[in-house]
T-cell receptor, first 111, second 117 residues
Framework: SQQGEEDPQALSIQEGENATMNCSYK?????LQWYRQNSGRGLVHLILIRSNEREKHSGRLRVTLDTSKKSSSLLITASRAADTASYFC???????????FGGGTRVLVKP | ETGVTQSPTHLIKTRGQQVTLRCSSQSGHNTVSWYQQALGQGPQFIFQ???????GRGNFPPRFSGLQFPNYSSELNVNALELDDSALYLC????????????????FGPGTRLTVL
């Protein structure tokens, strides 16, 4: 079963716009991670946020975590066509243990 | 490039057959996790190997089994293949799972696409 739910399931934006996607989860976590997947291939790790953190930045990515609401958001600023991919959030209850993934958000960035 | 490699890239089998998938972990990593990703869904955890021992298992039947070798590479074996086993199989390597910091990130290989006919 999936721990997280991503919202929206699909997103279509113009190049240069911002893309925001949300993730909700059900149980307490140690950390939450975001991954990108291109065309059904391997997952690329984007960013990790620990349960005691509220916000992290990495380049054009901004992640927030609200443990009281059991939710996280990923913001991609100034999107590019190369950002077209599926984005997954994944949680872990203990450091180094299994990742529990949501169903993903499919993002299309139109040039 | 994560340094995690998987073979083969694609595989076609028939129902009832057995399959072995292989994964080489990133240098310096001693933990390998396997995931199954059905089309249009998120990956689901199969099991994890740490220092050649199983270190956690998801909700998969015993016909899914694995091995980890002294060089930390790993195999996933699936017996008595069923049509629903058709999926992308991903392995991920990471550091010591008992350490709290700096080892949480799992680095994924490109996957093996298994089709069961």
């Amino acid at each position: 079963s999936q721990q997280g739910e991503e919202d929206p399931q699909a997103l279509s934006i113009q190049e240069g716009e911002n893309a925001t996607m949300n993730c909700s989860y059900k149980t307490s976590i140690n950390n939450l991670q975001w991954y990108r997947q291109n065309s059904g291939r391997g997952l690329v790790h984007l960013i990790l946020i620990r349960s005691n953190e509220r916000e992290k930045h990495s380049g054009r990515l901004r992640v927030t975590l609200d443990t009281s609401k059991k939710s996280s958001s990923l913001l991609i600023t100034a999107s590019r066509a190369a950002d077209t991919a599926s984005y997954f959030c994944a949680t872990t209850k203990a450091a180094g243990n299994k990742l529990t993934f949501g169903g993903g958000t499919r993002v299309l960035v139109k040039p | 490039e994560t340094g995690v490699t998987q073979s083969p890239t694609h595989l076609i089998k028939t129902r009832g057959q057995q399959v072995t998938l292989r994964c080489s972990s990133q240098s310096g990593h001693n933990t390998v996790s396997w995931y199954q990703q059905a089309l249009g869904q998120g990956p689901q955890f199969i099991f994890q190997y740490y220092r050649e021992e199983e270190n956690g298992r998801g909700n998969f039947p015993p016909r899914f089994s694995g091995l980890q070798f002294p060089n930390y590479s790993s195999e996933l074996n699936v017996n008595a293949l069923e049509l629903d086993d058709s999926a992308l199989y991903l392995c991920a390597s990471s550091g010591n799972p008992t350490s709290d910091l700096g080892t949480d990130t799992q680095y994924f290989g490109p996957g093996t696409r298994l089709t069961v006919l």
